[in-house]
């Protein structure tokens, strides 16, 4: 297929993209409908966040199956079983009635759904040719980024116009279209491997690592830490596993994943870029919607609406960006995106109580634009120099490495804000005194005086408003940090000289 187009490639690419925006769309758009599913569930916000985690989790343990699964029953054939398995689990989802059987379903969605971007992405790039890897990369990325970018505004709009559950059922429709296009237009790659044997061990070992990490990460906050016996063993249980995984792939002759695209030092550093990448993206959309709804009292649709500018940013700069990386050198453009992503973070430090609609939207705006110049030439310089037949391994370890920074990013940071709130409610507290001139000088509003209780209740409440708007902008500030520590990374990989 490469360098051609085939008669059904129109109808393909189509299929593809709508495939990608579903499995990506359901990483964020349940993030606006979080707070009225805690409602239903009856769950704190740590519990209801699982909603998010377990659906990343699983999608992270099984991506990297999806180089087996291709080789083994064609890529075609497990295609149309994903995106099949990936509608029926997203109406259970929709008709859950606890959050036991929410968080099941998540799991499930996302094991089904895990192998649609590795397949996707390596059809794509067998569409291409390497001088025109940008322009697939920019399509492709338009999926990816996509359905993360518009899930809040879309989530936030079923939610108010019809019900929570609306953001799954949403999936039908869609995901129906994308099925029927892929089996009308989909050939198999014939880089299928029939005779792979399955390294059970080595799946084993890697799916076990990412759920102990993933564990450690979610629980830590909770448990203090490594004070808990608990985050001890799945600290322990992450480093074995990782340890036993890398001695099973260097030894094993046919391994679930193969070392060799190790070598690739392109390949190894935009993986760690990616890693990066899936921290800061699925934080920002973790964090900002329950900050805009309650902190600053947004209703839900108008918090989509607010987000929605980041689409609109990326759309324009992967437009641009598609060509440019065929152009320039890609290192170059990766750091642009990056430095865009870390100015619209710094606006997002200097947030207060009273920022402006306007501000919100500038900085998603801003921010959607450095992701979109940031992700395109990194696709495309992770895979301009690996083997087409290890395409498959290469494409899932490098979607594995976006999965497990976005569930890492998204523990991480709901688990900090925590913290921080706890932290930053103690140090103003210790400043309320009888002895402190402020508050004992008569400047405070009526409805706060602190010598009844109503009084004590509203200073309690404005106490508490603060402590969270500080923690909000500690959280923004790590991820500021995230930012600039990624662009060294960037120079250590080679530039790609493109035939003309």
């Known amino acids: 297929m490469t360098g051609t187009r085939h008669p059904r490639h129109g109808l393909m690419m189509f299929s593809i993209m709508l495939s990608t925006v579903v499995y990506t769309l359901d990483s964020t758009i349940a993030a606006v409908a979080l707070p009225n599913m805690q409602g239903s569930f009856s769950a704190t916000q740590d519990q209801a966040a699982w909603v998010l985690t377990s659906y990343i989790v699983s999608s992270a343990i099984m991506t990297p199956m999806a180089g087996y699964l291709g080789d083994r029953f064609g890529r075609r054939?497990?295609?149309?079983?994903?995106?099949?398995?990936?509608?029926?689990?997203?109406?259970?989802?929709?008709?859950?009635?606890?959050?036991?059987?929410?968080?099941?379903?998540?799991?499930?969605?996302?094991?089904?759904?895990?192998?649609?971007?590795?397949?996707?992405?390596?059809?794509?790039?067998?569409?291409?040719?390497?001088?025109?890897?940008?322009?697939?990369?920019?399509?492709?990325?338009?999926?990816?980024?996509?359905?993360?970018?518009?899930?809040?505004?879309?989530?936030?709009?079923?939610?108010?116009?019809?019900?929570?559950?609306?953001?799954?059922?949403?999936?039908?429709?869609?995901?129906?279209?994308?099925?029927?296009?892929?089996w009308l237009s989909m050939r198999d790659a014939h880089t299928e491997d029939r005779d792979r044997p399955f390294d059970f061990a080595g799946f084993a070992w890697l799916a076990l690592c990412i759920g102990a990490l993933q564990l450690m990460f979610d629980r830590g906050n909770t448990l203090s830490w490594f004070q808990s016996t608990e985050i001890q063993i799945e600290a322990f249980v992450a480093v074995l596993c990782l340890y036993l995984f890398i001695v099973q792939i260097l030894t094993r002759e046919r391994p679930f994943i193969e070392p060799a695209i190790f070598k690739d030092r392109n390949f190894t550093m935009a993986t760690m870029l990616g890693f990066v990448l899936g921290f800061n993206m699925m934080a920002s959309m973790a964090l900002l919607p329950p900050f805009m709804q309650s902190l600053l009292n947004y209703p839900v649709l108008d918090t989509g609406m607010l987000l929605a500018p980041r689409?609109?940013?990326?759309?324009?700069?992967?437009?641009?960006?598609?060509?440019?990386?065929?152009?320039?050198?890609?290192?170059?453009?990766?750091?642009?995106?990056?430095?865009?992503?870390?100015?619209?973070?710094?606006?997002?430090?200097?947030?207060?109580?009273?920022?402006?609609?306007?501000?919100?939207?500038?900085?998603?705006?801003?921010?959607?634009?450095?992701?979109g110049c940031t992700f395109v030439p990194l696709s495309s310089i992770a895979f301009a120099t690996i083997d087409p037949r290890k395409r498959a391994d290469a494409v899932g370890f490098y979607s594995l490495g976006r999965n497990v920074g976005s569930s890492i990013g998204v523990s991480i940071l709901m688990g900090a804000l925590a913290v921080f709130v706890r932290q930053?409610?103690?140090?103003?507290?210790?400043?309320?005194?009888?002895?402190?001139?402020?508050?004992?000088?008569?400047?405070?509003?009526?409805?706060?005086?602190?010598?009844?209780?109503?009084?004590?209740?509203?200073?309690?409440?404005?106490?508490?408003?603060?402590?969270?708007?500080l923690g909000y902008l500690n959280d923004f500030r790590l991820m500021l940090l995230f930012s600039l520590v990624a662009i060294p990374i960037v120079y250590f990989m080679r530039n790609v000289r493109r035939p003309q």
């Open 77 to 182: 054939n497990v295609f149309l079983i994903t995106v099949a398995g990936f509608v029926v689990t997203s109406m259970a989802c929709g008709l859950a009635v606890n959050l036991e059987e929410m968080v099941l379903f998540r799991i499930l969605q996302g094991a089904f759904g895990a192998p649609m971007i590795p397949f996707a992405q390596a059809t794509i790039l067998d569409a291409y040719t390497p001088a025109t890897y940008g322009r697939g990369m920019a399509l492709f990325g338009a999926g990816v980024m996509l359905g993360p970018i518009i899930g809040p505004t879309l989530g936030g709009w079923l939610t108010e116009a019809l019900n929570w559950r609306w953001v799954f059922f949403i999936n039908l429709p869609v995901g129906c279209v994308a099925l029927v296009g892929l």
């Open 311 to 371: 689409g609109v940013g990326m759309m324009i700069s992967m437009t641009l960006v598609g060509r440019l990386v065929e152009r320039f050198d890609a290192r170059h453009v990766i750091t642009l995106g990056l430095l865009i992503s870390a100015y619209s973070i710094w606006e997002m430090t200097l947030f207060d109580t009273n920022v402006t609609e306007s501000l919100l939207m500038y900085t998603g705006f801003v921010q959607g634009v450095g992701m």
């Open 424 to 469: 930053n409610r103690s140090w103003l507290v210790n400043e309320i005194s009888p002895y402190n001139h402020v508050l004992s000088g008569g400047i405070l509003p009526a409805q706060m005086d602190l010598s009844n209780k109503a009084g004590l209740e509203m200073f309690n409440f404005v106490v508490q408003r603060e402590a969270m708007m």
